[in-house]
């Protein structure tokens, strides 16, 4: 039995190689090919929903891009704090805000995906940019560096959300493993060919794409998936790139309790069984490679069972994944999340086992505020 267990587990390894080296090595081993500076029309779209202290910081800040041609799409999605008011003022006092105005119905209320086709048929411009209303660059070269990897042939973007660092917090430097972990994939597997998903934090595309699949009608029911199943949806290889220049960045407040972020990972979860079959399998192998290799690795080690040539494996499969996340953390300004690696990979692993067997019982929450 523990001989099939050993080969199983060698089996293992040589998947994690496979993602590590091979599929996520094309992010992480590749050097950033720089801007290319275009003046593509650009509408800034953001979505609010009882956002009235975000939207005050942050809407300022976009209003102050370095660019020539573009536009603030301000979606209220029938607020019921003062976020509206906070609106309309921002209207009155940049020329390149518009604000579209959203009351509930009966059909979609409660539905961002609603909120966001109304803004974008109110956007003008040609290309769309979006980001989420807790959210900001940091650089006022963010339209800039997004919009430079438009081609004639590319007209999806995806982006990097990062969150920001809270000293002396362990859960934040989970959630930000956990953050880079999935810009690895899904920033990977679009330089594979094979994009499936984007962040709305981030996210950028040309308006005929999105009429291309007619929206999100394919999904309106589901409440979340604006950004990943429109993304999964719309993005093939001939028309996806990535951008993760440092002044392309967004940032926002992450959780700051453990209850609500698992709450938050219940959610992107149960969206993504919405994906093609073929990248719900790759990311599940993906997932239950970590699992096994966990498992398989400690009984063969509990059990010294040829233990020299276990742990020389388990050393070398943990050599090539710090390698090559570290790498893709220098490029996302995340590097001191991977100095808890291992440990903090373990505890994700967990985590995610957790929430896919709590989704399993219970459903998770629908309505995105």
């Known amino acids: 039995m523990l ?4 080969f199983a587990f060698i089996g293992v390894v040589v998947i994690q190689f496979l993602y590590y080296v091979i599929i996520f090595g094309k992010f992480a081993y590749v050097k950033w090919q720089g801007s290319n500076p275009k003046k593509v029309p650009i509408s800034v779209i953001v979505c609010a929903k009882n956002e009235e202290e975000n939207v005050t910081k942050f809407v300022p800040i976009l209003a102050e891009q370095d660019y020539p041609d573009y536009e603030i799409i301000l979606i209220d999605d029938a607020s019921s704090d003062n976020t509206l008011e906070i609106f309309e003022e921002f209207e009155k006092r940049y020329d390149k805000v518009r604000l579209v105005k959203v009351e509930n119905n009966e059909a979609f209320w409660g539905n961002k995906k609603f909120a966001l086709t109304l803004g974008i048929k109110a956007a003008k411009k040609e290309y769309l940019l979006f980001t989420d209303a807790d959210c900001y660059p940091t650089s006022k070269d963010w339209i800039r560096e997004m919009s430079s990897q438009f081609t004639a042939e590319k007209t999806i973007v995806l982006g990097y959300g990062a969150y920001e660092k809270i000293s002396g917090s362990f859960l934040n430097k989970l959630i930000r493993f956990e953050t880079l972990l999935t810009a690895v994939q899904y920033f990977s597997w679009a330089k594979a060919g094979r ?13 005929e794409e999105f009429f291309k699949v007619n929206g999100f009608i ?12 429109f993304i999964n949806q719309a993005a093939k290889g001939s028309n996806t790139t990535i951008c993760y220049s440092p002044d392309s960045f967004t940032y926002s407040m992450p959780k700051i309790s453990f209850k609500e972020w698992f709450t938050q990972k219940r959610r992107h979860v149960s969206t993504a069984q919405y994906y093609k079959s073929s990248d719900k399998f790759q990311l599940g192998l993906f997932y239950f490679s970590q699992l096994l290799f966990l498992i398989l690795s400690t009984i063969l080690l509990a059990f010294q069972f040829q233990w020299m040539i276990v742990l020389g494996i388990v050393g070398f499969r943990y050599l090539f994944s710090w390698i090559t996340l570290g790498l893709a953390a220098g490029k996302l300004r995340e590097k001191d999340v991977m100095y808890w690696f291992p440990f903090i990979e373990i505890i994700l692993v967990a985590v995610q086992l957790n929430v896919m067997l709590t989704n399993t019982v219970s459903k998770p929450p629908v309505h995105w505020k």
């Open 3 to 6: 001989t099939v267990l050993f």
């Open 218 to 229: 394919d999904h309106m029911k589901i409440r979340s998936g604006d950004d990943d199943l």
């Open 195 to 207: 994009p499936y998903m984007g962040v709305g934090r981030n996210l950028a595309y040309k308006r």
